[in-house]
């Protein structure tokens, strides 16, 4: 148990997309290790994943179920969906991870990838939480959490497609906030900054270095970084918390 | 709240500790293993009391500190006792504060003057201090409690939210300073909460705004502390500059 991070969502129930790397399995990692019980879903299923999910379980004795669905699919969500529904457990959060990018510049952005970076970042996680949400209404509580990012709010060279979808989400998350919040469901997001991961990893180095070297802190944040951002949003100590995006970007103007 | 030992063995120090919401700070930083310099204007039996039980209760050290934020001399002694325990601090949660609900109009320079004093010069007076002490260890971390009423505007807080802007604008020069020696600083702004401020507004007013809220209801004291602890604490490690609206959705 790492100490400073303990049991934070004891005993709560909590999807989250996004599983296999990343943030998502940060993420993953630290809700598992603070007590919660998961819907781990990812797109594909690896030997690897199955492997970590059991030891997740066994180590903090919790439950970590897989789910796997394509977000471009529809059917394939429909089935999670089900999946999830027919294990009759409540739902206190739902934590919405899964994203891509294809960076480009303006006058190359192909309408083609734009639609996919939308359908993924923004239609099929408003479909999805539609059908979530709907199972924690029945509780009057729970706590949903969206990840936008900081080029969203900035904007960032080489990312319309990216942002734009980011952006809506902000939209998302306040509207939801206000519609949800009056029947117990916070809404927020979080705008990483500038995070060592496999996506961060396809943008040019040098615009990276220029970034963080403009942060306060002048250091790439962890994955865990954003993890513990998510983790303070789905626990009770955010009660009062909603309808806001939390940048967690070592102090990027 | 059960305990997360969030802030273990971490030596704070809150302004403002007496009542309202710095006083839910000190029980929620007691409870998650903090040591805790306790400040407050005046000694009184009943404070005295309240550290030492949440003290005995979570085996922790809370050591009472008085100065009245007004009074730079006694601002200097109280952060001088502090100092000379030689102990690190790694938390200061600038607190204590006094409001003013005036028209722009009825506002008098005396009383502008007395809530910039306490809001600002003095919690910038205290920072200086204990950002000397942080950078020793090149960690640490600052939050001030702002209000929402510095971002938003508020009939009648002109001069009161000015302060808290005013603050609010330091942090985020003071992050872009200190982030390098790795003393973080953030803001709370809480928007309609349950203490002895309210008692400035009328019932009519309070139950307003509070169906304003997303939630629908104001905010208890602890519900603020509780954002206080995760800027504190190492989750939000990689926060800094920021300003948390702690308001229940207030659009």
Known sequence: ?253 | MNSSMLLHNMNTVVTGSNRGIGKEVVRLFALNGANVWACARTPSDAFEKFIEECAQQNNVEIWPVYFDMMNKEQIRDGIKKIMSSKKTIDVAVNNAGITYNALFQMSSIEKMREVFEVNFFSQIIISQYLVKLMLRQKKGSIINIASTAALDGNSGRSIYGASKAAIICAAKSMAEELGESGIRVNSIAPGITQTDMLTSMSDEIIELTSQETHLKRVAKPSEIAAACLFLASPLSEYITGQVIRVDGGLG
């Open chain 1, 1 to 253: 148990m790492r100490e400073g991070t303990k049991m934070l969502v004891k005993g709560k129930n909590v999807v989250i997309t996004g599983c296999l790397k990343g943030i998502g399995r940060s993420t993953l990692d630290i809700f598992a290790e603070n007590g919660a019980n998961i819907w781990a879903c990812c797109e594909k299923k690896t030997t690897e994943f199955e492997e970590h999910i059991l030891g997740l379980s066994s180590e903090y004795n919790i439950w970590v179920r897989p789910v796997y669905f394509d977000f471009l699919d529809e059917s394939t969500v429909k089935v999670a969906v089900k999946q999830i529904h027919q294990d009759k457990d409540s739902i206190d959060a739902l934590i919405n991870i899964a994203g891509i990018t294809k960076d480009a510049l303006f006058h190359m952005v192909s309408m083609k990838d734009m639609k996919t970076i939308f359908e993924v970042n923004l239609f099929a996680q408003i479909t999805f939480s539609q059908y979530i949400t709907k199972m924690m209404l029945k509780n009057k509580r729970g706590s949903v959490i969206y990840i936008s990012s900081i080029s969203a709010l900035d904007g960032n060279v080489g990312q319309l497609s990216y942002s734009a979808s980011k952006a809506a989400l902000v939209g998302v998350t306040k509207t939801l906030s206000a519609e949800l919040s009056p029947r117990g469901i916070r809404v927020n997001a979080i705008a990483p900054g500038v995070i060592d991961t496999e996506m961060t990893s396809g943008v040019s180095g040098t615009s990276l270095q220029e970034l963080i070297n403009s942060s306060a802190l002048k250091k790439i944040g962890r994955p865990s970084d954003v993890a513990k951002a998510i983790l303070f949003l789905a626990s009770d100590h955010s009660s009062y918390i909603t309808g806001q995006v939390l940048r967690v970007d070592g102090g990027i103007r």
